[in-house]
Structure formats: C-alpha cells, structure tokens
C-alpha cells in the first residue's frame, strides 16, 4: 500500500493504496466519484477521461500512485456555483447525449479540446475527439455541441 | 370552486411536435448517474467468472481449492455445485415445433459449446481480488472438434452438440402460393429463366457485436424479502418473468430494477448466464453481489448479431417489372438458442419484398448451431438483413435492364394512391408516400448532377471514382399485435402497459412498462402526457424500469415503445379525463353532457365557468366532496395491444469516393428523407436517425465479428472491433416527409432503427456504384479498402475476412498445427490440456 494525497474536484484526499490501482478505480471504488466511468480494459473508448493538471487524460490508463500531489477534475467538479459548464450546457442544448455513458468522458475531453483549440473546425472536432466512442449519436450531435460550445465562449 | 388564472387553450403551445431538451440530461452531463456498477450495498461481496479458452471441449476436472484459499475469497462455486438453483437460460420463440434447442446451463457442468463459456465463479470482497483468485481456478478440458463455419456446420460435418446429432436447429419457411397471398415462386422463376430476367446472388450478413458503451452489470440484494437483480438490461419485465420461470422464486417475491442502462442496440434484450449466476450466488450466501463484465468478456460472451448467409433469387419481366423473390437463408445460432434467437430471421421474413409490389415470394430459413458466441437481436433485427437483400437486387436489376437505379425502383414500388396495400408477405402497409421522399433524398444530395460528375470521372479515367448508393427502405416496427406473435409460436404478447396518477399538488406521475436506455422517453412521453392532459411539460415525471414501480410491462426493442407504449399512455390519459369529467361536473354544478375538456381545462359550455384538471385532482384527493359512488381516484391505467405493426420508410442516398489505386473509401455525403409519421420531438429523432446511420454504415464498412479456425474471438477487444470514431464518421443532412400512420392515435412511427436498416445497403450500393465498370457486382461486408482493391482487381466479393486471421504467436513455428489450441494463448496441442490463468 501507498499513501497518495491529492486534489479531487476540489477536496483535499488521502488513502492508501495499492500500487497497481488505477486511478478510474481509485475515483470510483475509494472515493465514490462514479460519474467516472469504466468502458473498456484497452484505453480505446475514454469514456474514463477526467482533467490532470488540467490535461485530459484517461483515467484508465493512468495509476493512482500517479496521480500523487495531482489536481484531478472530474465530470462531477466541472460545474462551478451550481452553473453548469458551458460545453455541459452544449451538450444538452445540441442532444450531444443519448444514453449518457459515453457523455462524462466526452464532455471532459471537449472542454480540454476547446482549451487549446477555442475554435476548431469540424474536422479539428471529429479529430480531437477520436479517442472517445459513442455508440449512440453517431457523433453528429457531438460535434454540434463542441461547436456550439466555442461559438459561446467555452474555452475553459 | 372555479379558477380563471388558466390560460385559454388556443394560446397553450402544444406539446407534440416541440424539440424539447431532454429531461434526462441534466444526471447524464454532471455526472450523477446510477449505472449499475455504481451501486454499492453493505456487505457487498464480487463476482469473476472463469471462462473456457476452447470453443468447443469436455470439462475433465475443475480444481478451485487454490483460489478457495486466496486471500478475501468468500467462495468459488462450479455448475454442479449451485445445480438446479441456476436454472436455466430460456429461448422464448421456438420458431417451429421441431425446433431442436440444447439445454443452456449458465454455467455447463460437463462440457462447454463456444469460447468465453463460464465454468466456474468466484466470490470474494473486492472486484480485484475475484479476478486475481480467478487465476487460480485450475480447469482441465478435453478439446473437441468445434463446428464453427456456418456453412460446414449445416451440412453437419462436425456437430456443436454432439448429442442433439444435428447443428441444423429449425428450418422455418413462408411461401405466398401456400398462405394465399401470391402466386408460387418457382412459376415465376422459370418464367423468367425462359422469357425475362433472373438475378441470382449470394450475399453475406457478417457477425457484429451490439457494443453498448456500458458493460453489462449485475447486483443481486438477496437481503429483504424481494430478491432484488439490478441489471442493466433492456427487459426488467421479462428478465423478472425468466428468473420466476426458471429458479424457482415466485415472482412476487422478485423486484428487478434496469438503473441506468448505458445502450442496448438490442444487445441487453437477453437473459444472461452472468445474471442467472448473480441470481444463484446471492441467494446462496444471503449477501448482495455484483458481477460487472469487462469490456473483453462484453465482447466474447454477450450475444452478437446477424451472421447469415443470403440466397437471393429475383425473377422480372424484360423491362425490369419483378415477377418473383425466393429467399434462402442459413442463420448462425452460436452456441445455443438465445431468447430471441431463430427469431430474428423471421422477424425479416415479412420484409425482403420491402416496398415492391412482387407477385411471388418465399422466404425460408435454416437456423443453425455452432461452437461460436450466441446471436440474437441487433438494431433492426431481421429488417436490415432483408432490406440489404433486396436493396442490393434492385441495382442489380437497373444494371440487368439498364436504367437509373431509382427508376427500377419507381417501376415496381407501392403508388402513394395505392394505401393501404396488402403485400405477398400478407401485411398491411397502411400509410406511405415513397414519390415524395424520393423526390425530396434526390434534392437534397443533388442526384442529377452527381450522376453527371460520376459519368465525367469515369469517361476521363478519374483514379478516384464516384458511387452513388440508394435505399428505398421500408421496415415494420411497433412489436407486436399480441395474435401474430401467437401464430408466430413466440412466447408471450406484444402489449405495453401506462399508468397516469394525479398527484394532489398537481403534479403528474405516469408509469411505463417500456424500459428506456437512451432512447429519451422521460421527455417524448412527457410531452404526450402533457399535451393530452393540458398540464405543463415540467409537471409531467416519468416512471420506469423498476418491476415495483411498473409491475407490468413488455420492455423496449423493436421501435416499440413509442407506437404501442405511447398508445398505452395515451389511453391511460383519456381514462383520466374519464373520471375527471363527473367530479368537474359535480362541482361546477353542471351536467356532465355539457362539459368540454380543452387545454387542460373542463368548461361549461356557453359559460365562463371553468376548472383546471389539477383542480379536480386536487378536490379528488380531498374527497370532501364527490358525487355519490365515485371513487376518490383519477388514477388510470391502460394496456395496449397494437392492432398490427407500422411501416416507416424513406429514401437514402450516399455519395461514396473510391480510390481505385489504393481501395480507399471516402464518403463525401449521405443524406436521407425518413418518413415515420407525426414526429413527437424533432430533436430526439434527430438523435436516433444519425446514431441509427452509423451504425448501419459501420455494418457496411468497419464492423466484423472475427473466428479463427480454433474459434477464438480475434475481434475480442476494443482494439481489435473497428467501432467508428468521431474521425471515421461525417455529419449527414436529415429531412421529413409525413405520412401519419393510420394505426395508432397520435399517428407516429417507430425511428429507433430505421437509420440501420436503411444505411448499410446505401452504403455498399455506393461502393458497387463506383467500381461496377472494373466488373464488380459485390463486395463482402466491411468493405474495407482491402477487398475493394481485390474486387477491383479481379479477386471477386473482395475475399472472406473468416480464417484470414493472424495465426497466433509461436504456432505457425510450432509443427504448423492449423486445427487448434490457439484459443486464448493457450499454444498445446488439442486434447487434454490444463488451461490454469483462464481466468477472464
């Protein structure tokens, strides 16, 4: 067991843990975060993806051991004073969800898309957002709301 | 007791019709979601599964005692030891008398059929240490000849189940000379032979895999006096129905909740081993457990789809008029006979005539058993199998006659005059307008002049050349008239079921048996409810998945739960209004007869006297003063059972660039005219009509579920199926005619998978389209840049993707063995083989 402390959504933890942990289960199993979800076991679907630091990384493939003296966000510390982000707010004005699983890691990878890229074009979109599936919009909804999201500003 | 604040109805904007946002969003985008791996009950113990890496073996001996000792290990448990309180996996649609079913143990005690098979289960504190412990389980097999080529295992040349002494499961067969509603197929086909056209082509449905992002997940809570599964699953209703049949709990003391379920695609409409396993361990140890597959297991265990071989005869006059269509197909079962099963194909059955106005028609299908994953429902289910057939033979007939391929079509389809139109497959389409979809798909991609730009690429030798690909599809949706379903031998009905309760604070609770999975039923159905009611939108909650929130239900699949669900609520709704209507009239002190119920409000007509509906439920609710003998209750509820199936359809078309040096594939458009009927909420169609596409289109390009000759899943994670991704795909340009149907109140028709059956032959018909002056008729599904290079080269459909797989490291080397023990990274030779580490 290791002793990790960081920052998660804004809170102070600490726990101990084992080495081989990931930092999705560390989120999910010691800190109840399951707005972070698990898709795969090959780091293809980033349906897992949370902010370190304030890159998005998927948290599959990153252990907690890693993420010792980190700033983690996650889809649940995305809002701030009860006002949604505006790529969350995208996401539902465009219909960027249907059955929401991919949602949380998509969301998160768009905001970091839009962080450094404020005005992507379509095809800086559909690229920027290949390492996360969804298997129920066909990603054109998806694609409308980081748009959507850039036309109003979002870039952090 | 009258109110005046109400706003007069004409000036309530209606409900139906309105893009709302959806309600469900605001828990799926910051993260507050209840799937069911994140649900966590005190003293909850863990589940891992060992699984056989051989797709076909006898289980000699299983040895748990080390992971037994393994540290937090609660249990491990093999088939003999839960014995018949596991039950049984059910096939709920023999499709023939004579259907031969192997019995499906969850968890097989003797021997296993297919790779990814559960041997023996592990229980222990954390999810990790189960794993870990599932390592330990040492299983010794004796491999077995695996029938695995759908082909080879109909004419039974190795058999999957060695004791059925067939794999052939079912032949099922529908005949319009036989049932009278046509004339005999073979009349026409000689015909043709002699006088006419005959198109003769075989066509292959690959295997696919649902591939809901959420892996299946399971909790049982055997604490309490309901056994309690959560599931994610499509079918709550049915999975409690299974669980009562089969486990012997009586089905009052089970209460089965789908949470959140994140996708289905058809791939949750199942009753799992790892369920039934849940199922028996909990009820063993008393303690809650949770089984939560990994995306691997997903892959290997939960049920593909399609995986058929397509016989296609098509008999037509000279000048492109069909005459006849005799279908023969050869669908793969996997391993046993899955819920639905056989059923599949036959839900095509009725459709391969699609919207063309044959005269002849007969469809058969041999359903048949392998050593290989079981198949069941997919989105679209039999549909898209018969709408890629018959899509793909209507270009083929233009080519044999020489015209534009919409031009056949045109030719031979149902007039929009010619409503309601009984087919050869003796339905009743009942409403449709093809012309103006048509016309409408046509002008949206710009037909006329991408047909002239393919003309001036191909006359200038263009390396890269153009295809134009069209669908005309049509399929039936709505499952299902309860009666047709009992012809059909399927083993239960079709109905849905909608409660409306009227709360006293005016809010309105309405209960559902269809079970959402993203489909945005807490919004669509909100907006009927609210419309029919005249209450506002936000005062409407929808209630579902939850067998003791909505005990009765029959569960969402099929495009179902709008045509036949939204039927339910829409009559739950005017029974309110029912019983509203003498409490209004009691206390507007008027007569019944002369109240009016518009936007939400009783009036007395020819008065200003008025009362809003949340009024009278509020006075019901007091009950203070009723007429005499009313019941203090507006609550209403309905079942419906649909009166027969609808019939969407549209014309899609998709521009496709070939590039004739390399095969690669650049789609430039792909635009579509669906015509569902009256549209409750544009926004969520939008949704279901794109997500529908690609995943059609992936069918046709990416997607294939992959054997190699031992009958290991090679496709068996995420890196190795070609799910499309954001970067793979293009946005798509959607349109609208309307023709209501005639079939249910509010005049809708189901969308959920109409994208997907229309798609993939648009698709594969583009691609033809740009290489059929190479000599190319077919290419074989995915169409990837490498069968498009060998098409184009002469190598015909472009080559089978099945035995293509890489031979596994250090077998080629090793004495070049081709007939097994490659599964899993197991590298012995089949026969008697210890197989420690396979544990998934």
Known sequence: ?156 | MTATQERPSEEVEREIGRDRRRKEDQRLITGRTRWTDNLTLPGMLHLAMVRSPFAHAKIVSIDTSAAKAATNVVDVFTGPELGETLGVNINAWPITPEQVTPTHSPMPADRVAFAGEIVAVVVARTAAEARDAAELVDVEYDELPAALDLKSAAADEVLAHPDLGTNKSALWVFDSGEAGTGAPVEDAISKARADGIVIEREYRQQRLIPAFMEPRSVVVDPTGEQYVMYSATQIPHILRFALAATTGVPESKIRVIAPDVGGGFGGKLQTTPEEWIAWAVGRRLGKPVKYTETRSESLVSAHHGRDQWQKLTLAAEKDGTVTGLKVELLADLGAYVAIVGGGVPVLGAFMFNAIYKFPAYHFSVQTVLTNKTWTDAYRGAGRPEATYAIERLMDELAVEVGVDPLEIREKNWIKHEEFPFTTVAGLEYDSGNYEAATARAKEMIGYDELRAEQRRRRESGDPVQLGIGVSTFTEMCGLAPSRVLGQLDYGAGGWEHASVRMLATGKVEVVTGASAHGQGHETAFSQIVADRLGVAFEDVEILHGDTQVAPKGMDTYGSRSLVVGGEALVRAADKVIEKAKPIAAHLLEASADDLEFTGGRFSVRGTDQGMAIGEVALATFAAHNLPDGVEPSLDSDATYDPVAFNFPHGTHLCAMEVDTETGELRMRKYVCCDDIGNIINPLIVSGQVHGGLVQGIAQALWEEAVYDESGTLVSGSFVDYLLPTAADTISFDIDHTTSPSLTNTLGTKGVGEAGTIASTPAVVNAVVDAVRHFGVNDIQMPCTPERVWRAINGAGAGGSTEGAAMPHFGEAEASGTSEGGGAMGNQEQPGTSSTEGAGA
Do not use: W
């Open chain 1, 1 to 156: 067991m290791t002793r990790i402390s960081l920052t998660v959504d804004g809170a102070n933890v600490s726990d101990d843990v084992e080495p081989r942990m990931l930092l999705v289960q560390y989120l999910r199993e010691k800190l109840g975060k399951t707005g972070t979800v698990i898709g795969c076991d090959t780091s293809n679907c980033g349906a897992c993806t949370v902010h370190l630091n304030g890159t998005s990384v998927k948290s599959c493939n990153v252990l907690a051991v890693q993420a010792d003296g980190a700033e983690v966000t996650t889809i649940e510390g995305l809002a701030r004073d009860g006002q949604l982000h505006p790529v969350q707010e995208a996401f539902r004005e465009c219909h960027g969800l249907q059955c929401g699983f991919c949602t949380p890691g998509m969301i998160m990878q768009s905001v970091d898309l839009l962080s450094t890229n404020p005005n992507p074009s379509e095809e800086e979109i559909r690229l920027g957002l290949e390492g996360n599936l969804c298997r129920c919009t066909g990603y054109h909804n998806i694609v409308r709301a980081v748009q959507h999201a850039a036309s109003q500003g979002a870039t952090s």
